[in-house]
């Protein structure tokens, strides 16, 4: 019999720890590989942990709401055999081999050695067992992220893997070794501000914040500290927006039992002005720009608890204008319902954030690491303005709002943010006020 540490996953960008909620399994449970052993809720979302193993759960080293550090062991679990093989303890084959036999285990464990390590990319998620399937086998990253899974949503499972490997084995050996990480040089850091002190007085409450709250906190203050932040601002009219939404929505809501909000109205025009500047659909890593082949834009969202959650809308410019109705309410309900996956959080290369919802009428949002760009979109009014014809001007009333820019200047130059900006307010005073839907 062996012992084999189940350790919480990573689950996600900048997910540090996650609470044990409940235990999906008891001591003396038999547990099959890629089954559930208990929930845990994270600072973004709540998800399940997955044994990578068959055997008997013997041990639960945490109870409901501990808080658990990603790595950290949080259960032991008895198999059968030999304990199966990890990063840290590779199993040692004791049987001779072959010499082609060694020849080929000796390319394996040099992919193992070099390859940078599986991890669950903007796209896919992959449970613990597929990750350590992968690296036993010597799959590198890229290969990994070409497998076709059958799971949900399209997740790689442990059949996809065994049904991948008896194919590959009738084919040659390959190994990509990927290029050793360029070691970071360390900055000397500055003394750390002392805060001012606050006083307390006897009437005062001391409200100790979230652990999500200090998530968002730290987030904030590393972007500001990380890009320079320069701000567009620009005056959409959004009058043929208005009178078409107020025409159309309740044969929407009829037809396709969604609410037609402006969201994706504007989220369409966001993706579209992405596609014309994909300079804008980048990060920065280093002293290198990553240009995004896909669209996935962020979308703000608010919490009950009043705190922000930015679920991504995948390759959004491919979508019509009812799948992106679709998807903005889905994952708005979701978000509010705290029923978001991992999977719904991550990948985001462009964020829109609706500072209108709350009555502002704009606003200098910061960039949502590690991305370059932000738009806020303000408030609609209902203001007089000059309206040109060929007879000449007179003021009428309009619809109008604020689209108020943010982007790293590090790497997006004023006329690049402005022209973008400038990009999605024609797309948006260009709108058809006769667009069948």
Same mark, same amino acid.
């Given at each position: 019999?062996?012992r084999f540490e189940l350790k919480l996953p990573k689950m996600g960008e900048s997910v540090a720890e996650a609470t044990i909620t409940s235990w999906l399994k008891e001591v003396g449970d038999t547990i099959e590989a890629d089954e559930a052993v208990l929930e845990i809720a994270t600072d973004k979302v709540d998800s399940e942990v997955p044994s990578e193993v068959d055997g008997v759960l013997v041990e639960k080293l945490f109870n409901v709401d501990d808080v ?19 990063? &840290? ?5 004791? $049987?001779?081999? %072959?010499?082609? *036999?060694?020849?080929? @285990?000796?390319? /394996?464990? +040099? ?66 070794? &990927? ?5 970071? $040089?360390?900055? %000397?850091?500055? *003394?750390?501000?002392? @805060?001012?002190? /606050?006083? +307390? ?76 500047? %994909? ?141 973008f900006v400038q990009a999605v307010k024609n797309y948006l005073e260009a709108w058809d006020s006769n667009r069948e839907i």
């Amino acid at each position: 019999m062996a012992r084999f540490e189940l350790k919480l996953p990573k689950m996600g960008e900048s997910v540090a720890e996650a609470t044990i909620t409940s235990w999906l399994k008891e001591v003396g449970d038999t547990i099959e590989a890629d089954e559930a052993v208990l929930e845990i809720a994270t600072d973004k979302v709540d998800s399940e942990v997955p044994s990578e193993v068959d055997g008997v759960l013997v041990e639960k080293l945490f109870n409901v709401d501990d808080v658990v550090n990603v790595g950290q062991t949080i259960a032991i679990i008895e198999t059968d055999g030999d304990a199966p093989e990890t990063a &840290a303890a590779p199993k040692e084959e004791s $049987t001779p081999e %072959p010499e082609a *036999a060694q020849e080929v @285990a000796k390319t /394996v464990e +040099v992919a193992k050695e070099t390859a940078e390590p599986i991890t669950s990319n903007g796209d896919r998620f992959y449970s613990p067992l597929v990750k350590n399937m992968a690296k036993t086998e010597g799959i590198s990253q890229s290969e990994l992220d070409a497998i076709p899974g059958t799971g949900k949503d399209g997740r790689v499972t442990k059949n996809d893997m065994m049904a991948y490997l008896e194919n590959r084995g009738s084919q040659p050996a390959t190994t990509q070794i &990927a290029p050793a990480t360029p070691q970071k $040089t360390e900055t %000397p850091k500055s *003394a750390p501000k002392t @805060a001012a002190p /606050v006083s +307390v007085n006897g009437g005062d409450e001391i409200i100790e914040m979230t652990r999500m709250g200090k998530l968002i906190a730290h987030h904030m203050v590393e972007s500001v500290q990380t890009s320079a932040h320069v701000q567009s601002f620009i005056e959409a009219d959004v009058t043929n927006i208005w009178n078409w939404r107020k025409k159309v929505k309740n044969d929407f809501a009829k037809r396709e039992g969604e609410n037609l909000t402006f969201t994706p109205i504007f989220m369409e025009a966001v993706a579209k002005a992405l596609r014309d500047f %994909p300079m804008m659909n980048i990060s920065v890593q280093g002293d290198k720009i990553i240009k995004k082949k896909n669209i996935n834009l962020g979308m703000a969202a608010a919490l009950p608890d009043g705190n922000l959650i930015v679920p991504v809308i995948k390759n959004a410019d491919q979508l019509n204008l009812v799948g992106m109705a679709k998807q903005v309410n889905d994952l708005a309900g979701r978000a509010r319902e705290n029923k978001l996956k991992p999977d719904d959080i991550q990948g985001g290369t462009y964020t829109v954030t609706n500072v209108g919802t709350f009555g502002s009428v704009m606003g200098t949002p910061i960039i949502n690491q590690p991305q370059v760009g932000i738009l806020a979109l303000g408030a609609i009014r209902k203001v007089p303005a000059v309206i040109e014809t060929p007879e000449g001007d007179f003021i009428g009333i309009r619809y109008k709002m604020f689209l108020s820019h943010s982007y790293d200047h590090r790497v997006v130059n004023g006329a690049l943010g402005g022209q973008f900006v400038q990009a999605v307010k024609n797309y948006l005073e260009a709108w058809d006020s006769n667009r069948e839907i």
